[in-house]
């Protein structure tokens, strides 16, 4: 992948969608999360046509905190997995990634300051005010091979009107394989981190 990648979250939509980019402006992916399922399920497409489904990502079970979601090709290949860590999670966003193959986590991805995240869903619940919240605080999240080992990816939310713009930037050596699901793990991560507030 050509870094940094750029996340577009769309404020003003009736289901959430994402648009991914590289650093060259081109289309890397897009996502439209269907609303009302039981059990999640999200279409990862080339663009956003939609013509050319890239990936889905499925949840193991119905409406669950500690739920694992799993990243399949069109085909029904498993390109990896991401599970948040139950109660480590409440305060503190916490996940586990799994690269293809993987059963044990390959990957942690933690929250850099949770007081950030919490001011930051604070301010733009307020009207007026919360339109300018996309200027002042910047949550991070940063994905390591283990709890306190050197970083792999980092992404960061940017200062954006009208839209969420998230930058995600290599920070350490992953395989493409590993990439790709973290670039995944990500993106789940931020639609589940979205609705948590």
């Avoid at 992916?29 to 050319?52: A, I, S």
């Avoid at 399949?72 to 390109?79: A, F, H, M, T």
């Avoid at 997995?81 to 586990?96: F, N, P, V």
Wanted: proline share 5%.
């Amino acid at each position: 992948m050509n870094y940094p990648v750029t996340l577009r979250f769309k404020l003003i939509a009736l289901t959430p969608q994402i648009y991914v980019t590289d650093a060259g402006g081109r289309t890397i992916c897009y996502v439209k999360q269907k609303l009302f399922r039981f059990r999640e399920k999200v279409e990862v497409f080339t663009d956003d046509t939609m013509r050319q489904l890239m990936a889905t990502i499925e949840a193991d079970r119905i409406i669950d905190w500690s739920a694992r979601y799993t990243f399949k090709s069109p085909d029904g290949r498993i390109l990896g997995a991401i599970g948040r860590r139950g109660m480590k999670s409440l305060w503190k966003a916490h996940y586990d990634v799994f690269a293809p193959g993987a059963q044990s986590p390959t990957f942690s991805i933690q929250e850099d300051n949770a007081f950030t995240k919490f001011l930051d869903g604070l301010v733009s619940g307020i009207p007026v005010v919360g339109m300018f919240a996309g200027y002042m605080l910047h949550p991070s999240y940063t994905a390591s091979r283990a709890a306190g080992d050197a970083p792999v990816m980092r992404l960061t939310k940017q200062p954006a009107f009208w839209e969420g713009l998230f930058k995600l930037e290599p920070a350490g050596a992953a395989d493409e394989g590993e990439q790709l699901a973290l670039l995944l793990g990500f993106l789940m991560m931020n639609l589940l981190e979205r609705a948590r507030g």
